[in-house]
C-alpha cells in the first residue's frame, strides 16, 4: 500500500514562494508518472504539473514559468516550488499518480493546505 504525505504548505503574502513536498514509501517515483493536484475551496480537484518516470515535466499553462516541479528518486520525494504565488493559488494540495498516464489512484494523502493572503 503506498502512503502519499504532502508538507509544506502555510500561509504566504502574495509575490512569495513555497516548496511542498511529496513523500512516499517505496520507489514510485522511479517507476511511475506523478503529478500534483490542488483543490480550491468549492472546485473540483485538478491536476496541474506532471513529472515522468524519466523526469519529463508539464505543466497546466497557467502556471508555466511560476511553478517547477521535480523529484529525489534517491529520497523518495517529489516536489513543487512555487513562485510568485496569487490569492487564486490558495487550496489544498495534493500528489499522486498522473491521471493522464492512469485510470487509477493511490490512495489520497491528507494534502497540505496552501493559503495566499496579505
Known amino acids: 500500500q503506498v502512503q502519499l504525505v504532502e508538507s509544506g504548505g502555510g500561509l504566504v503574502q502574495p509575490g512569495g514562494s513555497l516548496r511542498l513536498s511529496c513523500a512516499a514509501s517505496g520507489s514510485i517515483f522511479s517507476i511511475y508518472n506523478m503529478g500534483w493536484y490542488r483543490q480550491a475551496p468549492g472546485k473540483q480537484r485538478e491536476l496541474i504539473a506532471r513529472i515522468t518516470r524519466d523526469g519529463s515535466t508539464d505543466y497546466v499553462d497557467s502556471l508555466k514559468g511560476r511553478f517547477i516541479i521535480s523529484k529525489d528518486n534517491a529520497k523518495g520525494t517529489m516536489y513543487l516550488q512555487m513562485n510568485s504565488l496569487k490569492p487564486e493559488d490558495t487550496a489544498a494540495y495534493y500528489c499522486?499518480?498522473?491521471?493522464?498516464?492512469?485510470?487509477?489512484?493511490?490512495?489520497w494523502g491528507q494534502g497540505t493546505q496552501v493559503t495566499v493572503s496579505s
Open positions: 499522486n499518480l498522473d491521471r493522464t498516464s492512469y485510470t487509477n489512484y493511490f490512495s
